[in-house]
């Protein structure tokens, strides 16, 4: 069996996952960071659209915190909230673009700024309509040309290793929770290799792909949020998942973002007869009201109306000129589907887009277990609360990006390395290869019980059902996964079960509804 000795492993290369190892690249730590995908590039920070958050003019970080929390509903961590405030828009300068790079878009001789729902003034800075994938490959770049980093990909992880699960010493039990690394799963050679570190951060993004409707890549499965359960990490806020407003509804089956600064820009959400509709649900804010009220509208209004889809309105309130300039990839994917936005209305639903949960940490990004850490959206700094402010992920990963190095930077010397001898080597299932029939079944059940009993409007009969459908899912999962030979759909179906569970449990649980946690 391979093993590698690293003295930090990152998994995921997101924005988040990308940073923290890019910081101590840059201050002489050897990492290793790995990823599932193929493409390095592939990830949530990959396909965002809107911005990040930077500074507005007279903006200050009183007036950002200020409207955080209030998205946040009274539940964000407000040292969560000051931390990202005060360091955020220095920090974008210094690594966004002075260190990577990355140029973003300006008006005369200064940033171009945005304004998204729940801002009380324009303050995000974009590339177009590509701001992500802008940052991502700058990102992969400098990584790929750093001397102390090692990158891996098409390497699924499988589990955390820990001293108390498995060492072989059984002694080991009585000692604190250590992470000291994690077995991956080659999906080329299909084997295990074992990664042994003294500090393992856990950067693998979000969750969007356990609901049928979702604006997520294919990997945002979860992965994180299960591993770290199973070690044994605190993992709270689960049920605050935040469903984007509009999910384009392509008629030959694509379903893609349409970002909330085409709102910012004057579009409205409107029927098919172009009536609008938000002033009914929030008189202030109407198209721009927070998010989850948004969406709820939608989906009060398809009930209402008993439609498949609501409609956003460009061609009325935003000039061919500016829908051209501002928003040309949602141009050509909406044109690729047949659907001329500078002409006609776009068909849109909600869709799950963004955990505000996920692994405890603290404002060092460190996690109940000693050794492991977790950045960017698998983690709860408690900075989103029961809700999300548009366009703070991004800077959420920068940050904690940033102060996760900064921290094992300082403590690296206080964590032992573990001894690659001390660990098992895996042990192979002997039945067959996993029948991808099966997975695919049980993965598309999961998503759809997830959408109808766990989604945007929860009531205690549809989450009771949706908790007894799930353990009978994980049963059979559990029993498959030892039984079988590990594919990486095997791998994300497990975790996908075990983390469509642990928000279902914390919906069925908190029964007050906050944010975008909804209970009828
Ligand atoms: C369509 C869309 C638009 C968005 N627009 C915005 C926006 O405008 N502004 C904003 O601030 N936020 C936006 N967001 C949210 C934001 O993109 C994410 O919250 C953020 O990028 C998360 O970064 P991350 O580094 O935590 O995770 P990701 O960028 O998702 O990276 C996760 C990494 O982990 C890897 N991974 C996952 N599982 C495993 C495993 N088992 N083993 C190994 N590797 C694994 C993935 O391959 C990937 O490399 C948007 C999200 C989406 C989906």
């Not at 590039?41 to 958050?53: H, K, L, P």
Request: hydrophobic share 40%; aromatic share 8%; proline share 4%.
């Amino acid at each position: 069996m391979a093993t590698i000795n690293a003295d930090v492993l990152i998994i995921g290369c997101g924005i988040a996952g990308g940073i923290t190892a890019l910081r101590l690249a840059d201050a002489g730590i050897p990492v290793v960071i790995a990823t599932r995908s193929q493409d390095p590039a592939e990830s949530n920070t990959f396909w965002s659209q809107g911005g990040i958050i930077f500074e507005g003019q007279e903006d200050t970080p009183e007036r950002l915190a200020k409207d955080i929390l209030a998205a946040g509903a009274g539940l964000s961590n407000p040292d969560a909230v000051q931390v990202l405030a005060e360091n955020g828009p220095r920090l974008l300068e210094d690594v966004l673009i002075n260190r990577l790079g990355i140029e973003f878009d300006v008006e005369g001789r200064t940033l171009s700024l945005a304004r998204e729902g729940g801002h009380s003034l324009a303050r995000i800075v974009h590339v177009a309509d590509a701001t992500g994938k802008a940052i991502e490959v700058k990102l992969i770049q400098a990584l790929k040309e750093h001397p102390n980093v090692t990158l891996l990909t098409q390497q699924t992880g499988i589990d955390l290793i820990t001293s108390s699960h498995h060492s072989v010493d059984r002694l080991q039990v009585y000692a604190p929770l250590t992470c000291v690394g994690a077995y991956f799963h080659d999906r080329r050679t299909r084997e295990v290799t074992k990664v042994m570190a003294r500090a393992t951060v856990l950067a693998t993004g979000g969750l969007g792909q356990i609901y049928a409707h979702n604006t997520n890549p294919l990997g945002a499965r979860g992965d994180g949020q299960a591993m770290a359960y199973r070690a044994g990490a605190r993992v709270i806020n689960m049920e605050f998942v935040q469903f984007h407003p509009t999910t384009f509804v392509g008629a030959n089956g694509a379903r893609f973002l349409i970002t909330e600064a085409v709102r910012g820009d004057g579009g409205r959400l409107v029927h098919a007869d172009n009536t609008p509709f938000m002033d009914k649900y929030d008189a202030v804010w109407k198209d721009l009201a927070p998010r989850d009220v948004v969406a709820r509208a939608i989906y009060q209004e398809m009930l209402e109306h008993d439609v498949p889809y609501v409609y956003l309105n460009l061609r009325d309130y935003i000039t061919e000129d500016r829908i051209r300039h501002h928003f040309p990839t949602i141009l050509q994917r909406c044109a690729d589907a047949g659907v001329d936005i500078t002409s006609e209305l776009v068909p849109v639903v909600p869709g799950a887009h963004y955990a505000c949960g996920g692994v405890w940490v603290d404002e060092w990004g460190q996690s109940t277990l000693a050794g492991l850490y977790a950045v960017g959206e698998v983690a709860c700094t408690g900075l989103h609360g029961a809700n999300r402010l548009a366009s703070t992920s991004l800077l959420e990963g920068l940050v904690w990006g940033d102060r996760a190095a900064q921290h094992l930077k300082a403590n690296l010397h206080l964590l032992h390395q573990p001894d690659a001898n001390n660990y098992p080597d895996w042990e192979y299932a002997d039945g067959g290869a996993p029948d991808p029939a099966l997975i695919g079944q049980d993965y598309g059940q999961i998503k759809a019980l997830m959408w109808n009993y766990v989604g945007l409007v929860r009531t205690t009969q549809r989450l009771e059902r949706a908790l007894r459908e799930l353990r009978r899912f994980e049963q059979e999962i559990e029993f498959f996964y030892r039984t079988t030979h590990l594919t990486d759909g095997l791998i994300g179906l497990r975790n996908a079960a075990r983390t469509a569970t642990l928000v279902a449990q914390a919906a069925w649980t908190n029964r007050t509804s906050v944010g975008c946690h909804f209970r009828e």
